[in-house]
């Protein structure tokens, strides 16, 4: 051990965010002690991982305790016996001579999964008389399915996006990664900027967001409803320092910023706003999307996120506490509660007043939008507070919004460089003399549809002299109050 | 502060003396105009004066030419740059480069090597993204190109966030070791960099991408990659698909119904099964409807991306 803590390289610490991977399967964890995760049917406790760099190979061996493992000792198959072709190779069932009892045998004893791969190879009677790709083909896959090794990782977008995206598509709206990828390019998301966010893909476009802007700069996250989802932007362990620069303002009160009346004694209700990283169940989100002739069942039976567990421990712990204490304590207890809930109320509200503020400089750096709502009218209201020359960017799971989106967008003005696209990605299989694409990834992803804000054309006074500039101002105030789309 | 910033690092309201602006002309017509006391821009609807149409105003603004057209000033982006450049290389585009972005977990503070620098498409795009703290490795073994791209970097006011190296990255590397998080080739023999690749990223690991048109020189890639201990190897293409916005009218067929039955089109705005349905108003036997219409031509390919990680063990 302080051989190792010499070594470079950020390590893995109790409470953090890691994410587990093994081969293409990814799984989102906080790193806690004696707590169980289960991961591609095996369970083990993290325990033994903490203090390890990350990166680091570990093995799971019986009890669920993890053993960090070494560089891989490759498996030479002494016999470099190939055979041609596979003219003789019969299929007759009866190649393997190990018996499923004496492979469950071999588990029970605590055989390493290399040595029952390599005893599989042995009692495989056309193991030699495959060719040498087929062999390479066959070990792989006895590898796989016998050698547990899981890898432990820190979390970025790269990781948590191309989880989301095999996990739990319908969280995201579907959104591939690489779809993700143009959208903060696109939108030219950068340290400094002063971005508006409207996303519902449970908080993973808004932690991409905040990973390129590396804490400089602000982030206003419109939120539906109750309160912003941020599970998966929990996922990336980001400091508390990032969070600093992270406002939020609820959808509903836009049209009474945009026409002034905005009050912040009317807030709305959010009781379970406390709880940062709380998560719409699967059941609720999918009703609130009203798909007409959606036939597509989604299995999204597991739930990836951790974080939910956290919550209820420390429910668990108040309640467990409560039973121990007496009454006196416990009415004290609750006053303390009531004036901690009013205080947090009042920082709230605080924060909402300072976040309205920013919102009506109308200077915001860009807009990046990816919900299960219609785009139409989120353009329409959150552009009012994006700068000219500044880019925009919607995601859409379906292009017919995008479509719609696109027309009213011309016709309101004050957009240039409109585009409407889609990427297709493919994934390739490279080995020698076996190159080939491995899967065609199409539709899926979603669509983009991104712009430039420009100055709104004045109304029926573009005249080039001085005067028209100089009556710019109240001119502009009051197309904004003759455009309220609300 | 938004008056004493770097314009391509940061974004600023106003256009100033020395700016690089994008004049907007219209549906894929823009280019970049280095703005000058006293300079002046030819467009096809005239002259644009830099002192009086340009120094001073917002970015956005829309500006009157002498002929009495008007185009859009844009504040310059990475993106919009990649669009404009000067072309010295064949140069990555925007779709390439958000994969290589992320792939590559590139973010602010992150250090990067590159070669070729070539055009300096990428290079900007990676400055933009691991600015103000990171710092951009660039190699370019082509003297002139690589004098051009430092002249760039300097007259976007970025130099302070990259460094220019004129060699051979195959024969000499990057000239910095164990201190990069990411690496990036855009070289045609990627295979003999990838030693120097691995010695140039940080001990504890980082990642690797390299861009080739040709499967073979993937293949070759790949093999040095495993040699070198890489892990995660993985090949990836994107390509991008757009689509143009139109209203299209399709003419109903005459089935010869219309005198004996007024209800037999099956898009008649009478069915009751199908009121609001997908076409718009039904008018002397047309149907209308918005649709994403593809492009007649796309790009095809430009290359393969190849990824890897670096890793301790």
């Known amino acids: ?486 | 502060n938004k008056t004493i910033t770097m314009s391509f690092v940061e974004y600023r309201d106003t256009i100033k003396d020395g700016d690089t602006a994008i004049v907007f002309l219209g549906h894929e017509s823009m280019f970049p105009v280095k703005v000058q006391h006293g300079g002046k821009t030819q467009t096809k609807y005239g002259v644009i004066r830099h002192s009086t149409d340009l120094i001073g105003k917002r970015y956005g603004s829309k500006v009157t030419c002498s002929k009495g057209g008007w185009v859009f000033i844009l504040h310059p982006t990475p993106e919009l740059w990649t669009m404009n450049l000067p072309h010295r290389t064949q140069i990555l585009y925007s779709t390439d480069i958000s994969l290589i972005t992320m792939m590559l977990e590139l973010k602010p503070g992150s250090i990067v090597c590159e070669s070729g620098t070539g055009s300096g498409s990428l290079s900007h795009a990676i400055i933009r993204t691991v600015a103000p703290t990171g710092h951009l490795y660039t190699v370019e073994f082509h003297q002139q190109r690589a004098e051009k791209a430092e002249e760039e970097f300097q007259e976007h006011k970025v130099e302070h966030l990259v460094t220019v190296k004129n060699q051979d990255v195959c024969k000499n590397g990057f000239g910095v070791s164990n201190v990069a998080d990411a690496v990036f080739l855009d070289i045609p023999s990627p295979w003999e960099a990838i030693g120097h690749a691995k010695s140039a990223l940080k001990i504890e690991g980082g990642r690797i991408c390299s861009f080739s048109p040709c499967i073979e020189q993937v293949q070759r890639t790949c093999l040095a990659m495993e040699e070198h201990g890489f892990t995660e190897i993985n090949t990836l293409e994107s390509l991008l698909r757009v689509y143009n916005v139109r209203t299209v009218s399709l003419q109903i067929p005459d089935l010869g119904k219309a005198a004996e039955d007024n209800s037999g089109t099956g898009f008649d705005s009478s069915n009751q099964s199908n009121p609001e349905s997908l076409y718009g108003i039904l008018q002397q036997g047309t149907a209308q409807f918005k649709s994403g219409v593809p492009l007649k031509e796309m790009v095809g390919h430009t290359g393969y991306l190849t990824f890897a990680t670096k890793s301790l063990f």
């Open chain 1, 1 to 486: 051990m302080a051989e190792e803590s010499a070594r470079p390289g950020p390590r893995i610490r109790e409470g953090d965010w890691a994410v587990l991977k093994r081969d293409e399967v990814f799984k989102a964890v906080q790193v806690l002690r004696r707590r169980k995760v289960i991961f591609e049917k095996q369970w083990f406790y993290l325990d033994n991982a903490i203090g390890h760099i990350y990166g680091t190979t570990f093995e799971v061996s019986t009890g669920g305790s993890l053993q960090p493992k070494k560089k891989m000792e490759e498996t030479t198959t002494e016999t470099k016996e190939a055979g041609t072709d596979n003219r003789n190779i019969v299929d007759d069932g009866k190649s393997q001579k190990l018996t499923h009892d004496d492979i469950q045998a071999l588990k029970d004893k605590g055989i390493k999964g290399q040595e029952i791969v390599q005893q599989l190879i042995e009692n495989s009677t056309t193991f030699r008389g495959k060719t040498e790709f087929a062999q390479d083909k066959y070990i792989k896959k006895k590898k796989k399915k016998y050698e547990a090794v899981i890898t432990i990782v820190k979390p970025s977008t790269r990781i948590l996006s191309t989880m989301y995206y095999a996990r739990e598509p319908g969280k995201i709206n579907h959104l591939r990664y690489d779809t993700l990828a143009q959208m903060l390019t696109l939108g030219n998301i950068r340290a400094g900027n002063k971005m508006i966010v409207m996303e519902t893909c449970a908080g993973l476009v808004l932690g991409a967001i905040m990973e390129r802007m590396g804490g400089h700069g602000s982030i206003i996250q419109m939120y539906p409803g109750g309160g912003p989802v941020r599970a998966a932007t929990s996922c990336f362990g980001f400091p508390e320092s990032f969070f600093r620069t992270l406002y939020e303002f609820p959808l509903s009160k836009v049209c009474s910023l945009v026409s002034g009346t905005f009050s912040s004694e009317t807030l709305p209700s959010e009781p379970d706003y406390n709880v940062p990283v709380e998560e719409e169940s699967n059941g609720s989100l999918e009703e609130k999307q009203t798909l007409i002739q959606e036939t597509e069942v989604e299995s999204n039976t597991e739930a990836v996120m951790e974080s939910i567990e956290t919550g209820d421990q420390e429910t668990m712990d108040d309640l467990a506490a409560e039973d121990a204490e007496c009454k006196e304590s416990k009415e004290r207890r609750n006053k303390e509660n009531i004036r901690e809930k009013q205080r947090k109320q009042q920082e709230r509200k605080r924060k909402l007043v300072e976040t309205a503020a920013l919102l009506e400089e109308k200077n915001a750096d860009g807009l990046i939008v990816a919900s299960k709502f219609h785009p139409t009218p989120l353009l329409l209201s959150l552009l009012e507070f994006v700068a000219p020359s500044r880019p925009f960017v919607v995601y859409c799971q379906y292009k017919e919004p995008l479509l719609d989106c696109y027309t009213k967008l011309r016709e309101k003005g004050g957009v240039i460089n409109l585009k409407l696209s889609e990427t297709w990605l493919r994934n390739y299989q490279v080995l020698p003399d076996r190159s080939h694409p491995k899967l065609m990834m199409s539709g899926g992803g979603g669509y983009l549809l991104s712009g430039i804000t420009v100055t709104m054309e004045k109304v029926q006074s573009d005249a080039n002299s001085l005067e028209a500039q100089k009556i710019e101002e109240p001119v502009s105030k009051k197309r904004k109050l003759e455009e309220l789309h609300c």
